[in-house]
């Protein structure tokens, strides 16, 4: 072997690598990418329980705007609509009672997760949000905006209904 020269083995993977045209999708048979589709996992978002650091978006005048989940305090999994959780504020409003870096409780009232009912329906909402509340169980705001669930009735969180401006 001549002076300054090295060999380097590259190895070749086990798989085929990955193409556009390899890609068939199931929902749309004789469709692929090159045609402008999505894979049908692409399309679907998993939707799952309230856990350690997920963002939440606050829904009350409190001042927060976003919190990041600590800790859900029920459930192995996770929360779900109606259950408390701890959390840190990660954006605020300057003027506002909650500041950022704050840990603070909060009970769920939009969850992305579907939930059945007792009728038969299942309630998700598009988004998780969260009002801020004390460790009485008060909110600390005096508004809540959006819809709000009435499985918080259950949950015994009458005073959030009440401010609520929709109950769906």
């Not at 779900?80 to 870096?101: F, H, Q």
């Not at 704050?102 to 939930?115: L, Y």
């Amino acid at each position: 072997m001549a002076a300054g020269k090295r060999h380097v083995l590259l190895k070749k993977p086990c798989f085929p690598p990955f193409n556009s045209r390899n890609l068939q999708l199931s929902s749309f048979p004789g469709k692929n990418l090159k045609q402008g589709r999505k894979p049908a996992a692409l399309l679907q978002h998993q939707r799952t329980f309230i856990q350690m650091r997920t963002v939440l978006k606050v829904v009350d005048n409190s001042g927060a705007k976003k919190v990041m989940c600590i800790q859900p305090l029920k459930g192995k999994k996770g929360a779900r609509l109606g259950d408390t959780i701890i959390a840190s504020v990660k954006e605020a409003a300057p003027n506002g009672k909650v500041k950022k870096g704050a840990v603070v409780r909060g009970v769920v009232v939009r969850a992305a997760m579907q939930r059945g009912r007792c009728d038969g329906s299942e309630v998700k909402f598009d988004d998780n949000a969260v009002v801020i509340i004390d460790k009485q169980g008060q909110p600390v705001g005096s508004r809540v905006f959006g819809p709000v669930p009435h499985e918080l009735r259950k949950k015994k969180h009458v005073k959030i209904l009440a401010l609520a401006e929709h109950i769906a």
